[in-house]
């Protein structure tokens, strides 16, 4: 993969959110990635909704909307964005079946980088969960120490849990 090919993964990964336990893309992020208009990818999957079962697309409720923006840093808002309606939240498998179903070139394209960022993200949580693990094994062994280490290893142990990434918006 090529310094060309980080940018819109880095893109991609950024948009992903966790709504009810699972991945997804909102459905204005995807649609801006794949080059088309929020109210055509909507369409278009609506005329295809036999395509899109239920661990493709969720429906958010007007909670997990609010719970999302908490994990988008940036929230573009004004034109484009039509609060009318809640978004669907596209797993990485409905957001491979809405490129298909849009047939356009750049959802093609984007769609790679739309996989790679979910395997990318998948891999970063099995390394965090397996150091997670880790060091909770390490610090159920210092119980033994006397006060003063056990609270620097806290200390240390907590700043490690920072450095973990983000914590997904609890239901």
Do not use: C, W
């Not at 179903?101 to 750049?106: E, G, M, T």
């Amino acid at each position: 993969m090529g310094k060309e090919d980080l940018e819109p993964l880095a893109e991609v990964a950024a948009r992903i959110l966790v709504v009810r336990g699972k991945r997804v893309l909102l459905d204005a992020d995807l649609a801006e990635l794949y080059g088309v208009a929020t109210k055509a990818l909507n369409q278009a999957v609506r005329r295809n909704r036999n395509r899109f079962p239920d661990d493709f697309l969720l429906a958010l409720t007007n909670q997990e909307v609010t719970r999302s923006r908490s994990q988008i840093v940036t929230l573009k808002t004004g034109r484009g964005r039509n609060v009318k309606y809640a978004p669907m939240g596209y797993t990485e498998h409905g957001a491979i079946m809405a490129a298909a179903v849009l047939n356009s070139p750049r959802a093609v394209q984007m769609s790679v980088f739309v996989v790679r960022a979910f395997v990318k993200m998948r891999e970063s949580l099995l390394v965090n969960a397996t150091l997670a693990r880790e060091v909770a094994a390490l610090k159920s062994r210092v119980d033994t120490l006397d006060a003063e280490t056990r609270k620097q290893f806290d200390q240390v142990f907590e700043a490690i849990l920072a450095l973990s990434g983000p914590r997904p918006a609890r239901q």
